[in-house]
């Protein structure tokens, strides 16, 4: 805009010039044009019109509260409206300053200022022309308001388009802070379940085996001292998986590449010892690589069901047993305890029901089967409970697998 407004003004300085440099204005107006052009210069170099923060009031009284922008606008103004006086050929230089008005000045502001430097145009315009001419009189006023209603057309766009901007930013902090919190959320109930299936279950066995060697401390030391050394067992395993947590929160039974089908057995033997409850392992289909979160949410499982198995059911003997049928993998937990009605739970994944998987009336405990749905729902899965007063329970979590890639022939 400033190099429209500098070829502008040459161009009526040199006209000026060449039909009146005998005269004695041409000292003033070489002048005044070098200075206007300084001015402009100054003005165009500010970084921002009626962006640009009020000066603080000072002992300057009202000029100091006036943007620069401003008071440069006016002196550019002045010093054009003088120029015109002067020379009626610097009338078209007024095309840029209307831009610059728009710019720098509020509408309210700016529509009556280019208005009057419009009618100071048409002033000059008569004075070069000699006679009635409808284009000296009417272009003026067509030009200047094509210039207003463009610019101001481009403010609305360019306004709309910093609220569409900030509305978007503000949008993508807003779904941000949502994501972060979910997912802290969802972090929160996956530590939940992780230790209500691994040192809580630990605890409670402990309790239970420490309860029964003070019962039998006196009748029998050697027995109270198994219980013990067993505790103490739980314990470091308890240990090693608060450390697993720390680390990379994965059970401590699949570490070092151990898989699903080992760490179940070892769980089955260990169960075994300590709760002399004979707990059995079977293995059908052909084993295929399982992704570590399906292995340590079958793992938790067959824990937490066990763990209820020995707490609830009075059962004789449990069996874990662990199926590929190629598009799924299917544990079942099972035992042949006192059961319950299996219509005080639901099969649904969505179900939150009860947390004991046995016991005559699947006394409400806490996270149990919750706990388990939630994690087969997380992968895709269902989980099914089957029970019958006085006739065992089993539950079954099936997850869907990927299908093996087809190889080319």
Do not use: K
Request: proline letters at 7%.
């Amino acid at each position: 805009m400033y190099g429209a407004f500098l070829l502008l003004l040459v161009a009526s300085l040199t006209r000026f010039l060449l039909h009146h440099g005998e005269s004695g204005r041409a000292a003033w107006v070489v002048g005044l044009s070098a200075v206007l052009a300084l001015v402009q210069l100054a003005g165009t170099a500010l970084p921002g019109g009626r962006r640009q923060r009020p000066v603080r009031p000072g002992p300057a009284g009202w000029v100091a509260r006036v943007p620069l922008p401003v008071l440069l606008l006016v002196l550019v103004v002045g010093l054009w409206v003088v120029l015109v006086l002067l020379a009626p050929s610097f009338a078209w230089c007024a095309v840029p300053l209307v831009y610059t008005a728009l710019r720098t000045l509020p509408a309210r502001a700016a529509i009556p200022l280019v208005a009057a430097m419009t009618a100071l145009v048409v002033l000059a315009e008569r004075r070069l022309t000699a006679g009635f001419d409808p284009v000296a009189l009417l272009a003026p006023p067509a030009v200047a308001g094509l210039a207003t209603a463009v610019f101001l057309h481009m403010e609305r766009q360019a306004a709309r388009q910093r609220a569409l901007i900030a509305d978007l930013v503000r949008t993508r902090r807003e779904l941000a802070a949502t994501e972060r919190r979910e997912g802290t959320l969802a972090e929160r109930q996956r530590l939940a379940m992780e230790i209500h299936d691994t040192l809580a279950q630990g605890l409670s066995s402990q309790q239970m085996l420490l309860q029964a060697a003070d019962r039998t401390w006196d009748g029998d030391p050697r027995t109270a001292r198994t219980h013990v050394r067993t505790a103490a067992g739980i314990a470091a395993r308890n240990l090693a998986e608060a450390r697993r947590f720390v680390h990379d929160l994965a059970p401590a039974e699949l570490a070092g590449g151990a898989g699903l089908d080992q760490a179940l057995r070892a769980l089955a033997t260990r169960e075994s010892a300590e709760s002399g409850l004979p707990v059995h392992c079977h293995l059908d289909g052909t084993p295929v690589p399982l992704p570590a979160a399906v292995q340590s949410a079958l793992l938790r499982i067959a824990q937490g069901a066990l763990a209820n198995v020995r707490e609830h059911a009075h059962a004789r003997t449990a069996a874990l047993t662990l199926s590929y049928l190629g598009d799924q993998v299917v544990l079942d937990i099972s035992d042949d305890g006192t059961g319950f009605r299996s219509d005080l739970t639901a099969t649904g994944p969505a179900a939150t029901g009860t947390t004991g998987t046995t016991g005559a009336t699947a006394p409400d405990r806490g996270h149990g089967l919750p706990a388990m749905r939630a994690r087969v729902r997380q992968l895709g899965g269902t989980l099914t409970v089957e029970s019958t007063p006085g006739e065992g329970t089993a539950v079954s979590a099936a997850i869907p697998l990927d299908p093996p890639p087809v190889e080319d022939r």
